[in-house]
Nanobody
Framework: QVQLVESGGGLVQAGGSLRLSCAAS?????????MAWFRQAPGKEREFVAG????????DYQDSVKGRFTISRDSAKNTLTLQMNSLKPEDTAVYYC??????????????????WGQGTQVTVSS
């Protein structure tokens, strides 16, 4: 069982920055651990934002956030981070941390993940 707790959401003006964190606890096997950030805007489906393989640091991003968002992990603290810069109003959503044990690759579908956090709201005003 893995527990995930997000923090760091809030209200920011367009062009601003926010840093989201996800604290992971429980029985975690780091060699195959893969974690990701998803987001869900009102009336829309939950979508993949960025993911990372814990052992190698390999990352993947949704095209719309490339160059603006950076996903990283701190193995000593079991923490996943999403640094979001140059935020746009269309980035407004509830952001979720997710985890799965994957033998290879970084899943980009909701069904590809086993554990989820409760979500944190990010609102970007124009």
């Amino acid at each position: 069982q893995v527990q995930l707790v997000e923090s760091g959401g809030g209200l920011v003006q367009a062009g601003g920055s926010l840093r989201l964190s996800c604290a992971a606890s429980g029985r975690i096997t780091f060699s195959t651990n893969t974690m990701a950030w998803f987001r869900q805007a009102p009336g829309k489906e939950r979508e993949f934002v960025a993911g990372i393989r814990w052992s190698t640091g390999t990352t993947d991003y949704q095209d719309s956030v490339k160059g603006r968002f950076t996903i990283s992990r701190d193995s000593a603290k079991n923490t996943l981070t999403l640094q979001m810069n140059s935020l746009k109003p269309e980035d407004t959503a509830v952001y979720y941390c997710a985890q799965v044990y994957a033998l290879s690759g970084i899943p980009s579908s909701v069904t590809g993940y086993s554990y989820w956090g409760q979500g944190t709201q990010v609102t970007v005003s124009s």
